[in-house]
């Protein structure tokens, strides 16, 4: 998720980008020390001392969401629709696009994959959408950003149909409803954006709603029937995964109910004032952390780890992840942003004229006038 540029934001994201890196970490944990050795994907061990913990690492997905639904409320503040979709591709595709590659070129040099099988594969995940096409996933940690887009393209829909005032009070509505499909109708729970995990998109706004202009009654409504709900649908998830074995559902929903209070207290003005050096590059490496850390984690945990002396070879293999990650960050994110946003604009224009069109005259006179060269210079 991008960090908006004006200083403010980046002084209240600061304490968030550690979080954010901190639930990326939780999740490699969960991948690494409990699903990888449970599903066969990790050989070179069984179990740690520490596998029962890490099997609660999935949860750092759930203050994944809630984070994204904070900051996405925000970012939409007062930014057209064109220019909104423009940054959320630019933030989202070229990194992945890389993570995309690497699990490709780790599937080819380790063979579990043939070229001619592969290639289709490939080619329908770049769209970030490949079951359109039919195709699966290369990597199962992908399966979240297909929640992150449906997201985005609901907001999206609010700004282009310039009601983005109404979300206001959408989300906290949305949050009452989901509650009432994840505890009653949970077929239609299952549906995008019905319920299930989205609740927690819609708790990471409504904290955002919060720290930025109070409390209402509707809010404090929708932030508990959304918290229940990321409960319901947590442990739900759990049972129906594999990890309800392994985990106290009890603890799981405790653990639910204190990321949201963390999300909010960070979130106070006074704590997130607090200045934290490096963490806007920190939290930069959440992301391509998240995308390479699954298949080719594994492929170095396979080809590294003793096992009779597990955690050098875990330690190597997440430095080698970390170094992967910042080097995403720093040459395809940072190095390319100016090609990137050009690329994103561009395939965003027809949107952005459509909005110009739309303008009242004044409005497009002045933005004219803006563009137009000074006669003095």
Avoid at 162 to 178: K, N
Wanted: hydrophobic share 55%.
């Amino acid at each position: 998720m991008p960090i908006p540029t004006d200083h403010a934001t980046r002084s209240r994201l600061a304490l968030l980008d550690i979080l954010r890196l901190a639930a990326a970490l939780s999740v490699v944990a969960y991948h690494w020390l409990f699903w990888g050795p449970e599903n066969g994907a990790v050989h070179a061990f069984t179990s740690t001392p520490v596998t029962w913990l890490a099997a609660y690492g999935f949860l750092g997905v759930q203050l994944f969401f809630l984070i994204s639904g904070f900051v996405i409320f925000l970012s939409a503040s007062g930014r057209e629709a064109s220019a909104f979709a423009a940054g959320r591709a630019t933030r989202l595709y070229p990194a992945y696009w890389a993570g995309v590659a690497l699990t490709s070129a780790t599937l080819l040099l380790t063979a579990q994959s043939p070229p001619a099988e592969l290639l289709p594969k490939f080619l329908a995940n770049l769209t970030m959408a490949p079951a359109a096409f039919r195709q699966p996933q290369l990597d199962g940690v992908y399966w979240t950003l297909t929640l992150e887009l449906q997201f985005y393209a609901l907001v999206f829909l609010f700004l282009l149909l310039r009601r983005r005032h109404w979300l206001e009070t959408f989300f906290p509505l949305w949050a009452v409803g989901m509650l009432g499909t994840t505890l009653f109708v949970p077929r239609v729970a299952a549906l995008p954006l019905c319920g299930d995990l989205f609740t927690l998109f819609a708790g990471g706004a409504i904290i955002a709603m919060v720290s930025r202009s109070g409390w209402t009654a509707l809010r404090a409504a929708g932030l508990v029937a959304s918290a229940i709900g990321g409960v319901v649908a947590t442990v739900r998830r759990a049972e129906e995964s594999g990890e309800g074995a392994a985990t106290n559902p009890v603890v799981l929903g405790v653990v639910v109910v204190l990321l949201f209070a963390l999300v909010f207290v960070l979130t106070r003005p006074k704590v997130a004032a607090l200045p934290i050096p490096g963490s806007r590059f920190l939290g930069a490496l959440t992301y391509p952390l998240y995308l390479a850390h699954a298949v080719f984690g594994y492929a170095l945990l396979n080809a590294w780890v003793d096992p009779e002396a597990i955690w050098p070879g875990v330690v190597a293999a997440l430095v080698v992840v970390l170094i992967v990650a910042a080097g995403i960050h720093l040459v395809v994110e940072r190095a390319g942003a100016k090609v990137w946003r050009a690329l994103f604009a561009f395939v965003f224009s027809p949107v952005a004229r459509l909005e110009r069109r739309r303008e009242p005259a004044g409005k497009e006179r002045s933005r004219r006038a803006e563009r137009a060269p000074s006669r003095s210079s």
